[in-house]
């Protein structure tokens, strides 16, 4: 992997959180190179002691030679991005393409760049933790060595799944990708009626916070589901059963709240694609 050369296309919070995992990990790539029209500070002091250059415009790496391209950028710009890039790598098979552009299909880029080697993926926030969760996607040209250059990379930031139906793909966005705010929510919520019974703010947020670190550390290290961690907390008669009583209820049932937010999230990916 030292001599594989990759450029990154976009480098915004998704692109820069990846970014941040890779350089974190053993698996170091020797050679990266960016192009960010618009780089923030966060991105500036990540790179500033690395060997890495920060490129505006796609036109200044147009001489330069790259293995593997992934694509960064938010997907309403992906078609002037292509564009741009086609005549650069139209003539190049011995390259991988890879995408984390919401909703945009590999059959979309594939019309724009032609029959190239092409992995889609989502990975989540928690990529810049190494903690990320990734799930996969190759097109028919992609090969053994593109796979073990895309599962190096992922598998540096976390964990990765390869999926070998595409529109799957919108499904794991939805629980993965979104899945980190759904937790950061349920922490908020817990922080803020915390305060309102009467504990201190920097208390409750420092109670609310450990506590989705601890149950991330029990799941991570047990064997058990998360059904039966659950009940193991959930005494016969105790406060965490009466708790439940009111999120386990017909009227308004926290599973189907999820359900329907979940499916919010898919629909707004078909409708990106």
């Given at each position: 992997?030292?001599?594989?050369?990759?450029?990154?296309?976009?480098?915004?919070?998704?692109?820069?959180?990846?970014?941040?995992?890779?350089?974190?990990?053993?698996?170091?790539?020797?050679?990266?190179?960016?192009?960010e029209p618009n780089p923030q500070k966060l991105l500036l002091?990540?790179?500033?002691?690395?060997?890495?250059?920060?490129?505006?415009?796609?036109?200044?790496?147009?001489?330069?030679?790259?293995?593997?391209?992934?694509i960064a950028t938010k997907p309403q710009i992906h078609e002037k991005i292509f564009s741009q890039?086609?005549?650069?790598?139209?003539?190049?098979?011995?390259?991988?393409?890879?995408?984390?552009?919401?909703?945009?299909?590999?059959?979309?880029?594939?019309?724009?760049?032609?029959?190239?080697?092409?992995?889609?993926?989502?990975?989540?926030?928690?990529?810049?933790?190494?903690?990320?969760?990734?799930?996969?996607?190759?097109?028919?040209?992609?090969?053994?060595?593109?796979?073990?250059?895309?599962?190096i990379i992922f598998g540096s930031v976390g964990e990765y799944i390869w999926v070998k139906d595409e529109e799957i793909l919108d499904v794991i966005t939805a629980i993965s990708g979104s899945g980190p705010a759904y937790y950061f929510y349920l922490t908020e919520c817990l922080c803020k009626i915390a305060v309102e019974l009467g504990i201190d703010k920097e208390s409750a947020l420092l109670i609310a916070r450990q506590v989705a670190i601890g149950s991330g550390d029990i799941i991570r290290a047990?064997?058990?589901?998360?059904?039966?961690?659950?009940?193991?907390?959930?005494?016969?008669g105790g406060t965490t059963e009466a708790a439940f009583k009111q999120i386990i209820n017909e009227n308004e049932d926290f599973y189907n709240i999820l359900m329907n937010a979940v499916k919010n999230a898919i629909k707004k990916s078909h409708e990106l694609s």
């Open positions: 992997m030292s001599e594989n050369r990759i450029l990154f296309i976009g480098c915004g919070k998704m692109g820069g959180s990846l970014l941040k995992g890779i350089l974190r990990s053993d698996e170091f790539l020797k050679k990266i190179d960016i192009v002091d990540l790179v500033e002691s690395e060997d890495i250059n920060i490129y505006q415009d796609i036109k200044e790496i147009m001489t330069f030679d790259y293995n593997t391209y992934l890039l086609k005549d650069k790598i139209s003539s190049n098979n011995d390259l991988l393409i890879i995408s984390i552009l919401a909703g945009v299909t590999t059959l979309k880029i594939k019309n724009l760049l032609g029959d190239l080697p092409i992995v889609r993926t989502m990975p989540n926030l928690a990529v810049s933790e190494a903690s990320g969760m990734s799930a996969l996607f190759a097109n028919r040209h992609v090969n053994s060595k593109d796979k073990k250059t895309s599962s047990s064997k058990d589901s998360p059904l039966t961690l659950r009940k193991n907390v959930t005494s016969k």
